[in-house]
């Protein structure tokens, strides 16, 4: 668990697995906010989650900031119609539970729930969660939300059926990178999943096989901005690359989220860093490592967190001082070993 801090006011406290379970079974009205730009894991969870509560007779709203509706390939995920754009979302819920998310700025346009709730419960496994809200069950060994959702289900008591499951293995694919960084447990709670009847390849191909021909020329264009720095990152290399506003107006979410996949698979760098134009001069950034550079400490130091070997953050300014910061940031991170 990471520390307790203040937020909003409001002294937030570590919570347990037991004691997270009444917060979350005790309410009537509960709404689930993924990050903005949701992905697997975080959208995954909340649906598997808010499932649950809906079928005990909860009213259960899910929802994020941005953009307007989830990501094409993630649609399916809600069967029960529990995503509500976030102009919907109820502004006093009883219980509000924050998935997958660091930092209440996140939540983006929905960030001040959190302080209106009545209670809010931040359930997450990045270990750079800031500790919002009124508390948090926050679990940095897991390799997913989806795996802590899971255990939170279970306590419940709550069945773990065909469209569970299929929430819960989006959230574990894409998070573990297929699998390449799972644990025995998240393997074996895979299989589980498996067993509920989770079709793997029709889960998996729409998230991480299957993209529009237009991504190859979105592709192309931003690969032509990749610039390979090997001497940066601690003499361990850097390769990075820009996704302009142009891009994103022709690509769907899911390619533009593609691209630092691509990137990380430079041989001559240790780090891959894409920043992407959200506004006139605000980027956001993806920060990938191969396991030796700990990014989430840049990160961090850049105002955003995430995972010693996935991280990002947003910021305001021009490219190319943005791209200093990050080598200056990448020359402080710790080494990992």
């Not at 610039?227 to 820009?242: K, M």
Request: a negative charge; charged letters at 20%.
């Amino acid at each position: 668990m990471v520390a307790a801090e203040e937020s909003h006011g409001l002294t937030s406290r570590p919570t347990t697995l037991e004691e997270a379970v009444g917060v979350l079974t005790g309410a009537r009205q509960v709404v689930l906010l993924a990050h903005v730009n949701p992905d697997a894991d975080a959208l995954g969870s909340a649906l598997a989650l808010g499932l649950a509560l809906h079928r005990r007779g909860a009213h259960v709203q899910v929802s994020f900031g941005a953009p307007e509706r989830p990501a094409e390939s993630l649609r399916d995920l809600d069967v029960a119609g529990l995503v509500v754009p976030h102009h919907r979302v109820v502004h006093r819920p009883e219980l509000l539970v924050v998935l997958d998310t660091g930092s209440v700025d996140r939540l983006g346009p929905l960030a001040d729930r959190a302080e209106t709730a009545g209670t809010t419960l931040v359930i997450d496994h990045h270990v750079s969660n800031s500790g919002f809200g009124t508390f948090y069950y926050v679990d940095p060994r897991a390799e997913a939300t989806a795996v802590m959702v899971l255990h939170l289900l279970d306590a419940i008591g709550a069945p773990v059926d065909l469209p569970t499951a299929r929430c819960l293995y989006a959230g574990l694919v894409t998070d573990t990178r297929n699998f390449r960084a799972a644990s025995p447990d998240t393997h074996a709670m895979a299989a589980r999943l498996l067993v509920a009847g989770v079709d793997a390849e029709a889960v998996t191909r729409p998230l991480l096989d299957t993209h529009p021909f237009s991504w190859l020329a979105m592709l192309s264009a931003v690969l032509a901005t990749a610039r390979l720095e090997v001497d940066e990152a601690r003499g361990l290399g850097l390769v990075h690359a820009l996704v302009t506003r142009d891009h994103i107006d022709v690509g769907r979410q899911e390619e533009i989220e593609s691209v630092i996949d691509v990137l990380r698979t430079t041989a001559e760098a240790e780090v891959a860093v894409v920043l992407k134009q959200v506004g006139d001069r605000r980027w956001t950034a993806n920060m990938r490592s191969k396991g030796r550079l700990d990014v989430a400490a840049a990160a961090s130091a850049l105002g955003g967190g995430g995972h010693r070997h996935a991280s990002g953050f947003t910021v305001d300014g021009d490219a190319p001082d943005i791209l200093d910061r990050v080598r200056r940031a990448l020359a402080d991170a710790p080494l990992l070993g």
